[in-house]
């Protein structure tokens, strides 16, 4: 049986710009996504602790060590900037790799900067 888990979460990021006018999707510091194992074109979801939204979106890198979370396109009508947001992505696994799995989880402080990863 196939089981869909967290595999990656960088958590209450704080939303530095929103770009109405960009195609889409969310650019997000090179840097956090090394650290929380995402990449570049995936898929993820973004939470707005602030507004309650739940949307899906896929990754643009941004500069390394910027800090940079920006939401683009039309994503960028369901945040406000200084919002934080938590980042999450989701993988398919076996049971038998389950056993003792865990997720990445990336904590940040207010500028976008690791506090802990876990």
């Known amino acids: ?18 770009n109405l006018n960009y195609v889409g999707s969310i650019t997000i ?21 602030n507004n309650g ?9 941004g500069k390394a060590g910027s800090g940079e979370i920006c939401l683009n396109g039309a994503a960028a009508r369901k945040v406000q900037k200084g919002d934080k947001v938590i980042i999450v992505t989701y993988g398919q696994f076996e049971e038998k790799e389950l056993q003792n799995y865990k997720p990445t989880i990336v904590i940040v402080d207010d500028d ?3 506090i802990e990863t876990k």
Do not use: C, G, P
């Open 29 to 49: 510091d090179e840097t956090l996504l090394k650290s929380a194992k995402m990449r570049e074109w995936q898929k993820v979801e973004i939470l707005d602790v």
């Open 53 to 61: 939204e739940r949307f899906q979106t896929y990754i643009i890198k």
């Open 1 to 18: 049986m196939i089981l869909e888990f967290l595999q990656s979460k960088i958590h209450r990021a704080t939303v530095t710009d929103a």
């Open 112 to 114: 976008n900067k690791i």
